[in-house]
């Protein structure tokens, strides 16, 4: 592939301020498309930071439900066709089956009335249950993974204009992070790191910069964590589905505080007050 591509370029703007008015630089992030092809047939297409080709396809397959295991791929090829990425994935044979077996289910004849009921089906998958986890986490720690995580982000740094996704651990810190113009990508790129690295989901907590969607509560189950920590607010069917999965949802964490939305349980908190 080409090795050449760069994840933020230098562009000149206009910057009015109160002091005035001048033209200056500034870093931005590069967005590309890059395509998931299985078995040579194109399955999705996501706008994203050039960077971390391999953990994005291994944690894409891994968090859509596409693989169970690592072991499940045979090869992963990055092709650099200039206006876009196309990463080949190459499926063993039991999960290259299962795969065209879903293929075929959601593409269906052309006509059929029952596609779009099979690919909202496909869009509200069960998640991945992990209501057994036994980890706990005091308020402490909560207010820490997203004070480190902010220390591991280089692209924001640099620009201004990315997410971030990392991995915490107790008594560790934030052990794997990577960065997206995405924040599902960045998720993504986090669970192909964790698979590749060897590191057990359900050991740590799961810290976003973004909000929490639906989407963020199933690839974090995907990934076995019991913990997603969110800077921002998440959506109803996000709490929902969380609950459902026996996850713990806490987010707006800003400065010293945070809102926990599932299950209290392991969070370890101080005396309880009224708070509006």
Known sequence: MNEDRKATSQ??????????????????????PVAFSFAGT?????????????????????????IAKPEEIEAIEVEDHGAGIDIQIRLKDTANTR???????????????????ESIEEAMRSVDAVGASELTLEAEDVVRSVKLLSKVQPLHTETGAVHAAGFYV?????????????????????A????????????????????????????????????IIAVSAPTAL????????????????????????????????GVAQHVA
Request: contains cysteine; aromatic residues 4%; proline residues 3%.
């Open 238 to 269: 996000a709490i929902r589905t969380a609950e459902d999965a026996g996850m713990t949802l806490v987010a707006l964490v800003r400065g010293d505080d945070f809102d926990v939305f599932t299950r209290p349980e392991r969070v370890v908190l």
């Open 170 to 190: 107790p008594g560790r810190g934030i052990v794997m992070a990577r960065e997206d113009v995405g924040r599902h990508n960045a998720l993504d790129k986090l």
């Open 11 to 32: 562009i000149s703007r206009l910057a009015h301020r109160a002091s005035g008015t001048a033209a200056a630089n500034r870093m931005v992030p590069e967005e590309t």
């Open 99 to 117: 795969f065209e077996a879903r293929r075929r289910r959601l593409a269906g004849p052309v006509g059929c009335g029952l596609c779009g009921i």
């Open 42 to 66: 194109t399955h999705a297409v996501m706008m994203a930071s050039p960077a971390d080709f391999e953990d994005f396809a291994l944690g894409f397959s891994l968090t859509e439900g596409i």
């Open 192 to 227: 192909g790191a964790l698979a590749r690295a060897g590191i057990n989901g359900s050991t740590g907590a799961v810290v976003v910069t973004s909000r929490v969607s639906v989407e963020m509560v199933q690839k974090t189950a995907a990934i076995g964590s019991a913990f």
